[in-house]
């Protein structure tokens, strides 16, 4: 994995390249932010900078044997810890075939994705105090090919208090050349004596026109789809990925919304009806999808209307669609319609009937349009 093929976060790109040719490399970093931003993608493209035998001006060479390896995520040199749960083994070794894969196919996932591939059943995972001797096993090792060894921890707010501890003393008297990678989500979770013993890299959204150029030149959306997208994903690609996945044949999601705030603006019941039915049909992702649709919509009409034109962030035809809707939308109600779309998320994650749900979203909103 190269860093051309993390989208965006151009500017920490840069500093960790300079690092490595300025021969200053810290031996324990933590990449923090959203699943969404690319923190694992970018510790792996770093790690592959850095084992890179042919190293180019901004990025590994990718033919050389090294970073063969690693795009196989198969490097001896280049190791791996996430959290699992203890069943046949305690470390997370019997996992690293589904790792890799899942890798490969897409380095932006969450740890609920992770625990739905491995299918754990409702267990907690963890990394345990088991994983950690593994590691310092691990990294014992005389390297392979007599550069660096690199640990690169995912979620690593996920060690367990035991192995944390057991982290911390190997950061304190780490082996010769060797570079520890925490990537990590929730960094106040760690352990302060940790965080202090890395160099931190807080990860940005990434940038909209990152995120328009690669659904363009990857997924082949027109300007208008990829501005839609971009904008409503603010920043985040698991988000911008799964609005891709959406079939085009169930329409579009501010098609929705509009149909939602007119039929409920003119208070009719039967069109209502009518959409809370079509509603319930599609699939419960989408569904799910939608009411964060309603939520990023919600908030670009206050924008619209206390901030400037120019931070909205929405496509050419949702920006026609706002500049007459957000008179509607103001402080009298804001705050009801967002408790309403976040309660309705909330209930649905928890297989309340859709039908009932949607139907119930008619009726407040049509009470809150008018409340304005």
């Known amino acids: 994995?190269?860093?051309?093929?993390?989208?965006?976060?151009?500017?920490?790109?840069?500093?960790?390249?300079?690092?490595?040719?300025?021969?200053?490399?810290?031996?324990?970093?933590?990449?923090?932010?959203?699943?969404?931003?690319g923190a694992l993608g970018l510790s792996i493209a770093y790690a592959q900078y850095v084992l890179c035998l042919d190293k180019k001006k901004n990025d590994s060479c990718g033919t050389c044997s090294s970073c063969?390896?690693?795009?196989?995520?198969?490097?001896?040199?280049?190791?791996?810890?996430?959290?699992?749960?203890?069943?046949?083994?305690?470390?997370s070794n019997p996992f690293l075939s589904h790792w890799r894969e899942q890798v490969k196919k897409n380095p932006y996932?969450?740890?609920?994705?992770?625990?739905?591939?491995?299918?754990?059943?409702?267990?907690?995972?963890?990394?345990?105090?088991?994983?950690?001797?593994?590691?310092q096993r691990k990294l014992t090792l005389t390297s392979y090919e007599g550069?660096?060894?690199?640990?690169?921890?995912?979620?690593?707010?996920?060690?367990?208090?035991?192995?944390?501890n057991k982290i911390l003393k190997i950061l304190e008297e780490p082996p010769n050349k060797t570079i520890f990678l925490l990537v990590s989500q929730d960094n106040e979770i760690l352990l302060d004596t940790i965080k202090s013993r890395c160099q931190i890299l807080h990860l940005n959204r990434v940038d909209n026109a990152a995120i328009k150029l690669h659904l363009k030149t990857k997924?082949?959306?027109?300007?208008?789809?990829?501005?839609?997208?971009?904008?409503?994903?603010?920043?985040?690609?698991?988000?911008?990925l799964e609005l891709i996945n959406i079939d085009e044949q169930e329409g579009s999601l501010c098609d929705d919304f509009i149909g939602l705030m007119r039929s409920s603006y003119k208070k009719n019941v039967v069109e209502m009806m009518n959409w809370a039915e079509d509603m319930a049909q599609?699939?419960?992702?989408?569904?799910?999808?939608?009411?964060i649709y309603c939520s990023h919509m919600l908030r670009q009409c206050i924008i619209k209307n206390y901030g400037s034109i120019d931070h909205v962030k929405v496509s050419e035809s949702e920006l026609s669609f706002i500049n007459k809707f957000s008179?509607?939308?103001?402080?009298?109600?804001?705050?009801?319609?967002?408790?309403?779309?976040?309660?309705?998320?909330?209930?649905?994650?928890?297989?309340?009937?859709p039908k009932i749900l949607f139907t119930l979203i008619c009726f407040q909103s049509m009470r809150l349009l008018h409340k304005a």
């Open 147 to 164: 550069g660096y060894k690199v640990m690169i921890i995912w979620m690593a707010d996920k060690m367990n208090s035991q192995c944390s």
């Open 1 to 37: 994995m190269q860093f051309k093929d993390i989208i965006g976060q151009d500017n920490f790109k840069e500093k960790l390249i300079h690092g490595v040719q300025k021969n200053k490399i810290s031996h324990a970093q933590l990449f923090t932010g959203d699943a969404g931003y």
């Open 219 to 240: 997924y082949q959306l027109d300007q208008e789809q990829s501005e839609s997208i971009a904008s409503f994903s603010e920043g985040n690609i698991i988000k911008a």
């Open 68 to 91: 063969l390896k690693i795009n196989k995520l198969q490097h001896p040199d280049l190791h791996f810890s996430f959290p699992t749960v203890q069943i046949e083994s305690k470390t």
């Open 282 to 291: 599609i699939g419960k992702e989408r569904q799910k999808l939608f009411l």
């Open 109 to 135: 996932f969450t740890l609920f994705d992770w625990t739905q591939i491995i299918d754990i059943k409702g267990r907690q995972p963890i990394i345990s105090v088991w994983e950690s001797e593994d590691i």
């Open 327 to 353: 008179p509607f939308i103001n402080g009298n109600n804001i705050r009801e319609f967002m408790k309403s779309i976040d309660d309705a998320y909330y209930q649905l994650d928890r297989n309340a009937n």
